[in-house]
Nanobody, 125 residues
Framework: EVQLVESGGGSVQAGGSLRLSCAAS????????IGWLRQAPGKEREGVSC????????YYAESVKGRFTISSDYAKNTVYLQMNSLKPEDTAVYYC??????????????????WGQGTLVTVSS
């Protein structure tokens, strides 16, 4: 079974940057989407960004476009989320997950297949 382990969370002031990493034990199939979701206190979990293994297409939530960048290094089985210009509203537990399409990341997270344990990002004003 594939396992995902997130790292890189922490506390930062507004305007600062963090880079999250998601290390996968292995990828057992060639065509998949991997990315990030987050859950802020008192809110539902939401898709943030994902990347397709087949063609490298990237997808972002409107709230993070222009500030966050997702990238992958499949030789290392690792996906990254570079987060710049962080805002207090970015405070959340960030989860890495895999799925079959970008659609499920933003519309139907119940169909995501594998989840990491999450890493906390706290942005202070």
């Amino acid at each position: 079974e594939v396992q995902l382990v997130e790292s890189g969370g922490g506390s930062v002031q507004a305007g600062g940057s963090l880079r999250l990493s998601c290390a996968a034990s292995r990828f057992t199939f060639d065509d998949f989407v991997i990315g990030w979701l987050r859950q802020a206190p008192g809110k539902e979990r939401e898709g943030v960004s994902c990347i397709s293994s087949s063609d490298g297409s990237t997808y972002y939530a409107e709230s993070v476009k222009g500030r966050f960048t997702i990238s992958s290094d499949y030789a290392k089985n690792t996906v990254y989320l570079q987060m710049n210009s962080l805002k207090p509203e970015d405070t959340a537990v960030y989860y890495c997950a895999t799925g079959s399409s970008d659609y499920v990341f933003f519309n139907d997270i119940g169909y995501l297949e594998v989840w990491g344990q999450g890493t906390l990002v706290t942005v202070s004003s």
